[in-house]
């Protein structure tokens, strides 16, 4: 079996979310014009209104609104007045501190992740409907699993991190084999107790403290 390093990949493009684009983009439909992009390629406001079924104003509408924030960009390679679209990056991603101070941005991120939640679920119980239609190797490769760790902030973002580049070394790795496919890949990592709260990780300063005074009752 080839390892998935000596595979040739090209470099995988990210972006991360400024407080402007994450507000552009929590939009049912903006959304999912950008998944669709990113899944199946370049495409006119047409193609994407029929895919989407929805109608071609709205999609062009929204799709200028996607490009003001530097999340698609026209290709220039459509005919006549029909612009051909591409999404500027393959993923995209924030830090939820990095917005602490900005409830509209909170709140738009709020909505994305509950979107992308929408959506996974809507995806994998449709796999779960057509699974016993695919070959057993596939039905043996695919799966879910859940479990938990104890460790520390700084621990478990080191293990996202080892996640990240498992993914990475894969991410390409089928190319040009006629038997490889697509695969979804979600990672979804949250406190076993989410209602009881963190511990304080900065110390608490509890001010000048008073001389111990000899004799007196503790």
């Known amino acids: 079996m080839a390892d998935p390093q000596e595979h040739h990949q090209r470099p995988y493009s990210h972006v991360d979310l400024t407080a402007e684009s994450a507000k552009v983009l929590a939009h049912p439909l903006r959304s999912r014009l950008l998944s669709a992009l990113r899944q199946h390629g370049p495409a006119s406001a047409t193609a994407l209104a029929a895919r989407l079924r929805t109608n071609s104003g709205a999609t062009s509408y929204h799709l200028r609104r996607l490009e003001s924030v530097g999340l698609v960009a026209d290709t220039g390679e459509g005919r006549g007045k029909e612009r051909l679209w591409q999404a ?21 991120l709020g909505w994305l992740e509950r979107d992308y939640l929408r959506h996974f679920t809507q995806s ?11 070959p057993a190797a596939w039905q043996d490769a695919f799966g879910s699993s859940d479990g938990w760790i104890e460790a520390t902030p700084e621990q478990v973002a080191a293990m996202s991190a080892e996640i990240d580049q498992v993914v990475d070394r894969y991410r390409r790795a089928g190319e040009g084999d006629p038997r490889a496919r697509r695969v979804h890949l979600y990672r979804y990592v949250f406190p076993l107790d989410a209602d009881g709260g963190a511990v304080d990780d900065e110390p608490v300063d509890e001010g000048p403290q008073a001389p111990d005074v000899p004799g007196a009752a503790s």
């Not at 994998?124 to 695919?134: F, I, K, S, T």
């Open 88 to 108: 500027t990056t393959e993923s995209h991603g924030w830090r939820g501190s990095a917005f602490a101070d900005d409830e509209d941005t909170r709140t738009a």
């Open 124 to 134: 994998y119980g449709h796999w779960l409907d057509v699974a016993d239609a695919w």
